[in-house]
């Protein structure tokens, strides 16, 4: 079992920017991928960037440009930092791990991002 503890949402004005955290508990097996997806009101939850254990990202045509997802693997830890922060960045921001041979999908709890006009 990993948890996965998210820090770093909160409110922000239009063009601010916010770093997001994401700590994996100690895990057996090898933390393969780790990304954030995140959730509007009413809509799905999409995939906003992802960074594998040799730290190739990949990103959200919406956010190329304005995010940068980055990894510590010695702590565990997945980070996004978020610039230019429009309104439609409004969401529920989840850390995802993909654990192990299996490829386990844990989530965190989610945090809060709104972004003010």
């Known amino acids: 079992q990993v948890q996965l503890v998210e820090s770093g949402g909160g409110l922000v004005q239009a063009g601010g920017s916010l770093r997001l955290s994401c700590a994996a508990s100690?895990?057996?097996?090898?933390?393969?991928?780790m990304g954030w997806y995140r959730q509007a009101p009413g809509k799905q939850r999409d995939l906003v960037a992802r960074?594998?254990?040799?730290?190739?990202?990949n990103y959200a045509d919406s956010v190329k440009g304005r995010f940068t997802i980055s990894r510590d693997n010695a702590k565990n830890t997945v980070y996004l930092q978020m610039n230019s922060l429009k309104p439609e960045d409004t969401a529920v921001y989840y850390c995802?791990?993909?654990?192990?041979?299996?490829?386990?999908?844990?989530w965190g709890q989610g945090t809060q991002v709104t972004v003010s006009s």
């Open positions: 995802n791990a993909v654990v192990g041979l299996m490829s386990a999908d844990y």
């Open positions: 100690r895990s057996r097996f090898r933390i393969n991928a």
């Open positions: 960074i594998s254990s040799g730290g190739i990202a």
